[in-house]
């Protein structure tokens, strides 16, 4: 794979973090997040329109601060990338300008990235990409198991068929009265609960690689009405974090071992997660499957995976121009079912 040598500017602002990352070739030379989590906070979840306000407001002192940790100015810059989709809207629309107006003044080639991409990119900062190999990307929005058969070149294995597994951690930790931003809040109750009080459903699939986590939320409604003030916060947690977890494992190492995989990665804000890296490591091994996860700080969203899917994609000599727009909802590029 031939990456791009000069320095890329790349840009995320796909959700709720606004970030800006420099990166060259494929090592990351400053990778800043600002996040809105707390602005959330008080409506219990992600307002679009609020987002798109807070990008703007952070989204050029977070392009100041990468450019000034990376201690390279706009005129160093040989290309910018952004991510263009899958997304809010508005939110994605203020890092495709940001990154539009740039590239005009400064006469730079633009492109616009995938934002599951750059998750599978993620795990690769400073090392070449191993092919073939089995991902799993579980986020707040998406929970996909793909073969990666070469970079760029994909195949959709199994996905959810209703909520993702971060939002069944985030919609969890809601009927738990902890923060809405659920997964950490979970992990951290769980660790002092006992999986096996309450007991979850966990859902039957005709394909066996798909996903399904709309029935755990609507048990999860009932047991915290049932038991009332009765009810065991750390127990609950465990309990709901098994029943993500257990799945994510079974299926994805299932899927590692029918496709002859040797190495599974595991990326997106839910592979942050310590009983799904525990689990999932000791499952692989049990297989003789090598399992990785990208560095903690670049599971959740993050500028310097889109900077690295920008430097595959621009070392093919891909490049939109000025025209380049945002879409809501976008399948993988490069992928087959
Ligand atoms: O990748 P990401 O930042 O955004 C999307 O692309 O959606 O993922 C955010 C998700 C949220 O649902 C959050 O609760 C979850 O990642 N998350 C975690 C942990 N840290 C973040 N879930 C479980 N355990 C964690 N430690
Ligand atoms: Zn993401």
Known sequence: MKFFPGNILAIETSCDETSAAVVRENSVLSNV???QAELHVKWGGIVPEAAARAHVEAILP???????????????LSAIAVTNRPGLIGALSVGVSAA???ALAFDLPIIGIHHLEGHVFSPWVSRPMQIPHACLIVSGGHT??????????YRILGTTIDDAAGEAFDKGARLLG???WGGAAIQAAATLGDPERYVLPTAKLSNRFDFSYSGLKTAMLRLTQVEGERLNVADAAAALQQSIVSPLVE?????????DRALLT????????LSLREKMAREASRFGIEVQFPEITLCTDNAAMIGLAGAFRFGRGERDDCHLDCE???QLPGCVN
């Open 144 to 153: 996909e198991l793909l073969d990666v058969q070469a970079p760029g070149s």
């Open 251 to 259: 299926r994805a190492i299932a899927a590692a071992e029918e496709l």
């Open 62 to 76: 977070t392009i100041q601060e990468a450019l000034s940790i990376a201690a390279v100015s706009l005129h160093d």
């Open 100 to 102: 539009k107006a740039i």
């Open 266 to 273: 595991v990326v997106g804000g839910v592979s942050a997660n």
């Open 33 to 35: 997040v600002s996040s």
């Open 178 to 180: 902890l923060s809405p």
């Open 328 to 330: 809501a909802n976008s």
